[in-house]
């Protein structure tokens, strides 16, 4: 089975930088994501991660480790319209399973002037 | 930029009723999943599409649910007989090859 964790809410400030940590424990791993949800719409993609370390988009990174079961999402130069749930995804990669996601709480992120 | 596209947007019904959830994925892309979100919770995985047959299905998945696509570009999800704790976000998702799940807009679902 999965298990992921990540914090249900941060607050920061506009021009910050945050931090939303992510752990998991699975069965047949195969990628980590990241998506950007705001309230009543859909999940939208921000990232993958599948080998260990940073991978960097613009003002978003995130981070793997995989033998620590660990990722993060950071978020620079923070904006108002980055107020959001993020919500971490762990892809399995058994092909049977359909590479299907399993996603986490979701961290809501407020943003404030 | 191709889409994932769902009908209808909302849809409200009796306990008891059938309802259909639309889906058009994204042309060419070969892998289909219908997830659900419960208002205040996570995204929960419900089945997955290939190949015209279910490759897994969650628990959530129980006979009261089925999938199909019906002429090549339509992905179908049924309730059979809805009860109060269907209420819900249903997303339907596709991907290619590679490694991103495009999800749709998703459709309210609303059980009275």
């Known amino acids: 089975g999965q298990n992921i964790d990540q914090p249900t809410e941060m607050t920061a400030t506009e021009g910050a930088i945050v931090q939303i940590n992510c752990t998991y424990q699975?069965?047949?791993?195969?990628?980590l994501f990241w998506y950007q949800q705001h309230a009543g719409e859909a999940p939208t993609f921000l990232s993958y991660?599948?080998?260990?370390g940073l991978e960097e988009k613009g003002r978003f990174s995130s981070f793997l480790s995989r033998s620590k079961g660990y990722s993060y999402l950071l978020l620079k130069e923070l904006q108002m319209k980055d107020s959001a749930s993020y919500l971490c995804?762990?892809?399995?990669?058994?092909?049977?399973?359909?590479?299907?996601?399993?996603f986490g709480g979701g961290t809501r992120v407020l943003v404030k002037p | 930029e191709p889409e994932v596209t769902q009908t209808p947007s909302h849809q409200v019904t009796q306990m008891g009723q059938e309802v259909i959830l639309r889906c058009v994925p994204i042309?060419?892309?070969?892998?289909f999943y219908w997830y659900r979100q419960i208002l205040g919770q996570k995204v929960e995985f419900l089945v997955s599409?290939?190949?015209?047959?279910?490759?897994?299905k969650s628990e959530i998945f129980d006979d009261q649910f089925s999938v199909e696509r019906p002429d090549g570009s339509n992905f179908t999800l049924k309730i059979r007989s809805t009860k109060l704790e269907d209420s819900a976000m249903y997303f339907c998702?596709?991907?290619?090859?590679?490694?991103?799940?495009?999800f749709g807009p998703g459709t309210r679902l609303t059980v009275t």
């Open positions: 995804a762990v892809r399995d990669g058994r092909e049977a399973a359909g590479n299907k996601l399993t």
């Open positions: 042309s060419n892309h070969l892998y």
């Open positions: 599409f290939y190949n015209n047959e279910i490759s897994e």
């Open positions: 699975t069965s047949g791993f195969n990628g």
């Open positions: 991660n599948v080998l260990d």
């Open positions: 998702a596709d991907r290619d090859r590679e490694y991103e799940q495009y």
